[in-house]
């Protein structure tokens, strides 16, 4: 024997991987199986909300039975958005992606959106295309997770507002050196109180509401949508007060080759 060669294998980062896949694998199981639980008991309360509908037609009841049915009616009400946030959240639909540009989907949105009826009479929704080139940059997504997305990110602007103010809508693109790769971005803002530094690191985590009829899914489904197309989404606040949203898309490369390979 002339000597002995010893190697050592740094297995950290194999072990940390393990334990993160058999992390997921149980978290896929939980939500699974909540998932199935939330989908069984959607039946059981539309039979309860039907029935009292029901009741509180045949019956005419005087104005004190009236109020008691019309909380179960309204507290079924809650349960059911409950159930329905979370089963988009816990089984998304499937991904139906496609190359598309974003500011006919953004301005369809927004259009909608200062139509609902539910929006307060003093928020107003201001589409800014002034600000920098009008991108015509397309991504590769699925329009109606987009859509989705900023629906939500503008919902919660109005939610925020309570005393009324303009949201303001923007699109950019830009370069993520990090990634090396060109990003579509629609920005949403809002004058409404902001981020407290409590909410900041929360905002995404699944079930975190401030509200009181929040379910706190919002974001974390918007989140786990834009993750999927390999975006990122970030929340601050603005110096001016409120919030702003930042959801970043990368451009569909497909189509910036083809162009390449054209010209
Ligand atoms: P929900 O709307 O049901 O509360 P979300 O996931 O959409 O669920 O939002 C989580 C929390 O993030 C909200 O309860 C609120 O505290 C905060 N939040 C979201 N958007 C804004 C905003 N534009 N301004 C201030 N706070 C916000």
């Known amino acids: 024997v002339t000597g002995h060669i010893l190697i050592f294998q740094d297995v950290t980062e194999l072990k940390t991987m393990r334990a993160a896949i058999l992390r997921q ?27 009292i509908e ?10 004190d039975e009236r109020k008691l049915m019309e909380i179960v009616i309204r507290e079924v009400d809650r349960l059911n958005t409950l159930i329905e946030d979370f089963l988009d959240y816990a089984r998304p639909g499937q991904s139906r992606r496609i190359s598309m540009a974003t500011h006919e ?28 080139p009008r991108t015509e940059e397309r991504i590769y997504a699925d329009p109606a997770q987009m859509q989705q997305v900023l629906w939500n990110l503008l919902r919660n602007a109005a939610e925020a507002m309570r005393d009324g103010g303009t949201i303001i809508v923007r699109q950019s693109a830009h370069h993520d050196l990090r990634t090396d790769r060109n990003y579509v971005s629609l920005i949403v803002e809002d004058e409404g109180q902001g ?9 995404f985590e699944p079930f975190f509401t401030t509200k009181n009829n929040g ?26 007060g409120g919030a702003r949203f930042i959801l970043s898309i990368p451009v569909d490369d497909t189509v910036q080759s083809r162009v390449a390979s054209d010209s």
């Open 54 to 63: 029901m009741l509180r037609m045949l019956l005419d009841p005087p104005e």
């Open 105 to 132: 989907m953004v301005a369809e949105t927004v259009r909608i959106f200062e139509r609902d009826p539910t929006l307060g009479a003093n928020i107003a929704v201001s589409l800014d295309e002034s600000i920098g």
């Open 215 to 240: 379910t706190g899914l919002g974001l974390a489904t918007c989140h786990r949508i834009v993750v999927a197309h390999k975006g990122h989404l970030s929340a601050s606040n603005r110096s001016e």
């Open 25 to 51: 694998e149980h978290l896929s199981a939980i939500g699974k199986l909540s998932a199935a639980i939330a989908h069984e008991i959607r039946n059981p309360l539309a039979s309860i909300s039907g029935s």
């Open 195 to 203: 981020l407290p530094d409590e909410v900041l690191p929360n905002l």
